[in-house]
RNA sequence: GCGGUCAUAGUUCAGUGGUAGAACACCAGUUUGUGGCACUGGCUAUCUGGGUUCGAUUCCCAGUGAUCGCCCCA
């Protein structure tokens, strides 16, 4: 025991002291050790580091990442059969890009936005969508040039300053597909065909397909005025949210779960009834074409989208059938006005997004199937100084040979080590002990049966090799060793 | 941004105004070079900061975080 410890221990209570154990003893030392170090730290004012991560955003854990990796394969494979070329933007956009694009007004901007002035006095935001940075290299780069339509894939974190809850995070990671240059709706039916696909690629197959137009900026306004004075005809049977929003964003009212706004809802006048003749025509042979790819949909008149930038066509993809838990694992729509009011070239446009946490809670609940990758079927073990370092040169070799092995060379008793190798699961236990070392053999052990033999290490390879063929166990091949 | 609920080992959960437990997981051992089963041992926690108290993990307040509802949306 040192003097400090001494010292702490004389601190505990007398009666303590009496009967201290060597655990107590030891403990007292841990939280002094602890307290101590906390005061030193606020003593010197170092902010001590929380071991969290911020608000709102999470840590992809290696156990979840087979989720992930399916639906990385799954929304690209996609991406290629569509025709979709990938691009990738900045996380960061000047302010401005979204507050035109998106609309100051929305939550999404005005409550959410990640923004923030540069050391050079650039106002920035962290991007809280993908299209209007995709709108923004699409014009930038003048790909009005590249043939119609032009279609960009997507992926990335973005970032919305919400109070977390499930399937909402403050960073959170978007699928992204989008069209330029088209304004046939049969692309409209494309674009949903292609975001159902994905949904359901990924195993979640009870969707719904919500869809409504919301009209062109003209037909909007005047469906917009005769909105307003419907609600406000009934306005003393509002909600107070409601009441506020018919100054603000009056389609919202549509969306209001209270039960006295929905039956205000339920009577007003809809969008769809009020379309231009021009809107009306897009909307009816999308659902033409929307009937012949047999896709479940539902017309939702009280769909509106939160961003101004929509026209016509929105949509959205919800879990589940019918009642009961329903959340958007994605949405999107059409944005013909987009690209002009961002300063290009007048450019009909669609798009959506799809929450990859969404999806993977989704995968999880009706236990779709993740990726595993290839496990090791081979297990190194060695045992003494020589066997080790000869053991460091075999892994690599078996390695270059395409062969995909586990070890645990840090370990130093075979006990531990062939326990390391049936938690893996392998098929044989390759072992490399001082005696295999000077002989120049490997003593191949099999897993299951328990046998094992001796045999020389300038054989090991093929013979491994021969020995997964026979088992009909696919061995892992580097593509870059076979060209 | 508003309201409700919650916060104990890596995980799932007990429990208490007076030295915090289990299970699983992890590490090691059960004779010196051999896994699974079993047994033994070990490691590891009261979210943070104040207050009440002789004493707080427990009671109170605040903060933080998670979760649910609203809002919004992916």
Redesign the pocket.
Known sequence: MGKDNKKIVKKLKPA?LV??TK??V??AV?TERKTKN?KEAVKKELEPI?L?A?????DILPEDQPYWEQTRRVTEKLARDYGFSRIDTPLVEFSNLFNRSIGDG???VE??LYSFTTKGGDKVALRP?MTAGVARAYIQHGMNVLGKPVKLFSTGHVY?H?????????E?Y?INYEAFGEQDPILDAQMIQVATRVVQSLGIKAVQIQVNSIGCPVCRKDYKDLLVSYLESKSNKLCV?CKR?LDV?PL?VL????DKCSQVAASAPQSVDHLCEECRVHFKNLLEYLDELDLPYTINPRL????DYYTKTVF?IWSGSEEGRK??????GRYDGLVKLLGGEATPAIGF???A??LIIEMKRVQAKSYKGLKPKIFLAQ?GEMAKKKSLRLFSELEKNGILVAESFG??????Q??????LGVEMTL?L????ALDGTV?I?N????E?ETVSSAKLIDLVKRKLKNDNVVVYHDNHDNH
């Open positions: 303590k009967k201290a655990k107590e030891v403990k841990k906390r929380v969290q911020p608000r709102g955003m999470k929305t939550d999404v409550k959410e969508e919305r919400d109070r977390p809850q499930e399937g909402r995070q403050r959170f978007q949210d929003r964003n919202r969306d209001c779960k209270e509106v989208r939160g961003l959205e959340s958007a694992l994605g949405g999107g997004a799809l929450g946490e969404r045992l370990r130093g008793s075979l006990k531990s062939l326990r390391v190798a049936n938690r072992i002990g001082q005696k295999e003593i052990k897993m299951i049966s328990g094992q």
